[in-house]
């Protein structure tokens, strides 16, 4: 896929640093026999994907399919496995891998997995007893400013699990929050973050108790010995939802929102939301006439035009990266080429399927101009 590439963005890409994310999503479906689904916990017949992407080429590396009640965890350390594998063998040898999924991942084995592939981590934990108690023990001068989120303090605790890797270090954020802001009913999510002694305290109540925190607990491998550097590290973790994206680019369609803005070339832009997210057609309607039976015959699949890849920020500063690669500076001509580049192919290729689009110089219209879909006899 890099030989693709231009020579700048390849580099870019291959150098790192890499941003691995590691999440789920629910598909719904509506068949009673469809296989390999399962009802989820919101009541819904669902299918799981299980994705490893790559954060800044917005590309899915290794990915798994499971039903509505798969438990990522066990087999998350060979997804990792596979989504390394995946990388450009410059990537992988640049030290330069980081990986950062949520809370669902809380887990031994993804932790020794990261630590045996020599690349830096941050896991979102579960609010568990023996973290809640470690909040007796900081300091007030331990709490400093997190960065780009107001009323919100980053600290570092010294706790390591059980059989996790013994340099692994406790990120906790804490928000600061008005009464108002938390919800009356204990389902509620943020009333779930909040310490378990305010959390069972009714409303009027909660309001005279003094400061309400909503926590959150991260365990990361990366260094967090300076204050600097644990807020850097908490800020980069935040951005794992980034991944979101690329859910919904694949579900929703909302991929166009990407496209390039501002280009002399609104002729296509009629036909463009005809599309689906990829905007390349895989089948082309023929104009040789009816077969028999009075059905419109197609000509056979065309081959795909290889996807371009893109180099994009993962919304924080990667943890690893080093201010003198300049990494984003040297890719933005690059994409932005790119994106043209692509925007006008997918404009031809639109042209061709007449989705009453106007018809470039120089080119005829074609028989069936103006309407796509089945040819009339003659």
């Not at 017949?45 to 965890?73: F, K, N, Q, S, Y």
């Not at 568990?128 to 108690?133: E, G, M, N, V």
């Not at 409303?203 to 400061?211: D, N, R, T």
């Not at 973790?237 to 991929?255: I, P, Q």
């Amino acid at each position: 896929m890099l030989s693709l590439l231009p020579a700048g963005r390849a580099a870019a890409l291959a150098g790192g640093p890499v941003t691995i994310d590691l999440d789920t999503t629910d598909v719904e479906v509506y068949g009673r026999k469809k296989r390999g689904v399962a009802w989820n916990h919101q009541g819904q017949r669902v299918g799981r994907p299980h994705v490893a992407a790559c954060a800044e080429a917005e590309i899915v590396l290794a990915a798994d399919l499971g039903d509505g009640t798969d438990d990522p965890r066990a087999t998350a350390p060979g997804l990792l496995r596979r989504a390394l594998a995946g990388l450009p063998e410059r990537a992988r040898r640049s030290g330069r891998v980081a990986m950062r999924p949520d809370a669902g991942y809380f887990a031994g084995p993804l932790a020794r997995a990261a630590h045996d592939a020599h690349i830096g981590f941050t896991i979102g934990a579960k609010r568990i007893a023996p973290l809640w108690r470690l909040l007796a023990g900081l300091a007030d001068d331990a709490w400093h400013d997190a960065i780009e989120m107001d009323k919100a303090q980053v600290a570092v605790a010294q706790y390591c699990p059980d059989w996790w890797p013994a340099d692994t270090r406790l990120l906790i954020r804490r928000v600061l929050l008005e009464p108002e802001q938390v919800s009356a009913d204990p389902r509620s999510r943020r009333r779930r973050t909040l310490h378990p002694d305010q959390r069972a305290l009714p409303i009027p109540e909660l309001a005279s108790a003094g400061p309400v925190y909503a926590y959150s607990f991260i365990l990361t491998s990366l260094d967090v010995s300076s204050p600097g550097k644990a807020a850097a590290a908490e800020h980069w973790h935040r951005h794992r939802t980034t991944v979101e994206n690329l859910f919904r680019d694949s579900k929703l369609g909302a991929a166009l929102r990407h496209l390039p803005s501002g280009y002399p070339r609104g002729w296509s832009r009629s036909g463009c939301p005809l599309r689906g997210p990829s905007c390349r057609p895989r089948w082309r309607p023929a104009v040789r006439g009816r077969r028999r039976g009075g059905r419109a015959g197609l000509d056979p699949p065309s081959p795909r035009p290889p996807r371009a890849v893109s180099v994009r920020s993962s919304g924080a500063a990667h943890p690893l990266a080093q201010p003198a690669l300049g990494v984003r500076q040297r890719c933005q001509d690059h994409h932005r080429d790119a994106r043209y580049q692509r925007f006008t192919t997918m404009a031809g290729e639109i042209s061709c399927l007449n989705l009453r689009c106007p018809v470039p110089s120089g080119q005829s219209p074609g028989p069936a101009a103006g309407r796509p879909g089945r040819a009339r006899p003659p």
